[in-house]
């Protein structure tokens, strides 16, 4: 069977940049299911992405699809053919069914009946024949929440389409797609080359944009390009650039050609606080910044050009005169921010509704003042530090400067209760409130700012909570589950032995106008446990040990971490999996064999035999053993102590009966069992455990 290469493309207005690589990605995985789907072979497919352009290029695709087999079976023998051995009416239907006469139909086995087999090859078709439906359907696949249309067509896609290319070795596909008919003509740079270019191969393809047409097809090419450009600009006056990845996607898929350029603003900016400065340029403007050796912003940017000016400088002093006011704009915001200080900005976040029954970002702060302060006592923080910044922590959301760059909140705090001459620990723990903002962020640094940090996102868990707001598999509009993590994150890394069921309902209790109802503490409580499952997940740990421990619902993040380790590393123990089913076995015995007897302590004097005698022995020796290490949370070295009951508990389990007949023997032998069990259930429910090796 033969090869050829595939080219579509096609062709648009500009495409949204934060999505393109996204879609070219999702292009190219959706028309690879459809070629596995049609069993059409190929080598690899390619994918190319540009502000314009969407494109795909298959090597050594098959020219026809793979033959397939398939398989019909029809009914028994015995009701297929009569008496004489003329086929019934139900193999007649059959064989029509099929398409064949009766005498084409097989005999076969179908498990231990022999019945009618109807089997056929069919002959694949020509790739070429199948390509505009792969396309369409690949299309139609993508991602894209808000559709438009344009003209008077009702063809739906991301931005209007202005040309397709469908070329199949060098053959144009004959077809339609989105009211388009396929050709082989592309464009190049709509400024440097604004004509057509013919692919009559379809291995030319990025040749050809690139060689005539000014256009790097290769999203991956390109933006190398601008990351080597923009480093070689920096060098030039001496800096280096912060190249931010989402911002290099972003103009990588704001260019074709890309010309990056270095310009200048006045020094004098730098008095405002750099990541004003740079949150200006960067989201406002799209360029690079740079700094010196020790990471302090100099007065120059990086911008990333769509052409290749004949004038570059001209083009550079377009960017400068267009930066200039964004940055007065910002020194501006900054120097009239300077004239009132946080705490005068309290009165205005009354003004500010946080949620509309959880009352004002005033009342918020209030709450976040007196729990921060509880917290502060359980971590040894600075309890006036962390209540001061957990009051003012919300104050620059009323700042001219945080209303104009959103993303500063909490940085701008921090530089104005600096101004303020608020002691430097209160600044840094507003600087910090908001850590971890995301997957991966940074913890607060401070114990004061992680108490604020933590006062902050428990009170909008709870909140919520209590007035039956909590998140849905769809909604989470105040990123409860990130709250929550980010709980969770700061308790267990920065190893702070704090009982999350306590502050959950301390939390609570700063919500003194809600009428909460009973049991709303214990939900959020396990909604936050089971944040812990996919943490745990994600680091390996089995989902029997999670599950292991989980049942014992450790109220302290750090302790259930500490049971959770110590459980996955007895898991691996050869004693583990007969102590486990042993757990097990007892604990059928106590909840459904008992009945309502419950377990008393255990009389030495009617110990009968050997192997109870023993056990009750073992578990007196082990339980002084572990105690001191319960005590201290080494739970390790705890079931280390405990694995070397497995012999005895097996001799127990092979010698004595416990249900007999004798009532007090009976009870005397469920008391010792469950001493057996309570000594495990310290640490965790071990019986839930199966093997992990």
């Not at 795909?56 to 793979?66: D, N, S, Y």
């Not at 976040?349 to 709450?367: D, H, P």
């Not at 691996?572 to 604990?587: F, I, Y």
């Not at 082990?622 to 001799?651: F, I, M, Q």
């Amino acid at each position: 069977m033969g090869t050829q290469d595939f080219l579509v493309e096609l062709g648009s207005e500009e495409l949204p940049p934060k999505a393109l690589a996204g879609l070219a990605d999702a292009l190219r995985n959706a028309f690879t299911r459809q070629l596995d789907t049609q069993l059409i072979g190929y080598d690899r497919i390619e994918a190319f992405a540009t502000p314009r352009r969407l494109a795909l290029l298959v090597h050594g695709i098959a020219e026809r699809q793979e033959d397939s087999s398939s398989e019909k079976w029809g009914p028994p023998l015995a009701a297929a053919f009569d008496a004489d051995g003329n086929a019934t009416k139900a193999a007649q239907g059959f064989a029509r069914k099929c398409g064949v006469n009766v005498d084409q139909l097989e005999k076969a086995l179908n498990g231990k009946v022999e019945k009618l087999v109807y089997r056929a090859v069919n002959q694949g078709l020509p790739t070429i024949e199948l390509l505009p439906g792969s396309v369409q359907k690949a299309v139609q696949a993508l991602p894209i929440p808000k559709r438009m249309r344009w003209g008077s067509s009702r063809v739906e896609f991301v931005r209007p389409v202005h040309w397709l290319v469908m070329v199949f070795g060098g053959q144009v596909v004959d077809c339609e797609l989105l009211g388009l008919k396929a050709g082989n003509l592309t464009y190049g740079h709509r400024f440097h080359h604004n004509a057509e270019i013919e692919i009559t191969a379809p291995q030319q393809y990025e040749a050809l944009l690139q060689d005539g047409g000014y256009v790097i097809a290769r999203f991956d090419t390109r933006q190398a390009m601008i990351e080597e450009q923009v480093k070689a600009e920096a060098a030039k006056v001496g800096g280096h650039a912060v190249i931010d990845p989402n911002l290099l996607s972003e103009v990588t898929a704001l260019v074709e050609w890309p010309v990056a350029l270095t310009g200048r603003f006045d020094q004098d900016f730098l008095r405002v606080p750099e990541q004003a400065l740079i949150s200006s340029m960067k989201e406002h403007q799209k360029y690079f910044h740079v700094v010196d050796d020790k990471g302090a912003l100099l007065p120059y940017f990086i911008t990333v050009s769509n052409i290749e000016s004949k004038d570059p400088e001209q083009v550079i002093q377009g960017n400068e005169r267009v930066i200039r006011p964004r940055l007065a704009d910002a020194a501006f915001f900054f120097d009239t921010d300077l004239k009132a200080s946080l705490e005068s900005r309290l009165e205005k976040l009354k003004t500010i509704v946080f949620q509309n029954k959880l009352g004002t970002v005033y009342e918020k702060a209030e709450r976040l003042a007196s729990l921060s302060g509880e917290l502060a006592d359980l971590t040894g923080a600075d309890k006036t530090v962390a209540a001061r910044a957990a009051l003012l922590s919300k104050t620059d959301l009323v700042s001219q400067m945080v209303g104009e760059f959103p993303d500063l909140q909490g940085t701008m705090g921090y530089y104005y209760a600096q101004n303020d001459n608020e002691p430097a620990g209160v600044a840094e723990a507003i600087r910090e409130h908001y850590q971890p903002a995301f997957s991966g962020d940074n913890l607060p640094d401070s114990l004061e700012g992680c108490c604020a940090s933590l006062a902050d996102k428990l009170d909008t868990i709870v909140g919520l909570f209590a007035i039956g707001q909590p998140p849905t598999g769809e909604k989470d509009p105040f990123a409860i589950r990130r709250a929550a993590l980010g709980v969770l994150r700061i308790i267990i890394d920065k190893q702070l032995d704090l009982d999350l069921r306590q502050a959950i309902d301390s939390a609570l209790a700063g919500y003194t106008g809600l009428a909460i109802a009973a049991g709303t503490g214990d939900t959020i409580f396990d909604f936050m446990l089971e944040r812990l499952r996919a943490w745990f997940q994600d680091e390996g740990v089995p989902m029997e040990v999670f599950q292991a421990v989980h049942a014992r619902r450790p109220a302290r993040p750090l302790d259930f971490q500490k049971r959770i380790y110590a459980v996955q590393s007895f898991a691996t123990l050869p004693a583990a999996v007969a102590l486990a089913a042993a757990n097990k076995r007892v604990s059928n015995i106590l909840t459904k064999q008992a009945g309502d007897v419950a377990p008393g302590p255990v009389n030495a004097e009617l110990l009968t035999e050997p192997a109870e005698q023993a056990l009750a022995d073992e578990l007196a020796l082990s339980a002084a053993a572990v105690e001191p290490l319960l005590a201290n949370g080494d739970y390790a070295a705890a079931l280390d102590k405990l694995a070397p009951l497995r012999p005895t508990v097996d001799a127990f389990f092979d010698n004595v009966m416990v249900m007999t007949d004798e009532e007090a023997l009976r009870n005397n032998r469920l008391a010792l069992l469950n001493q057996l069990r309570e000594l495990f259930l310290q640490i965790a429910d071990i019986s839930l455990l199966q093997a992990t090796r």
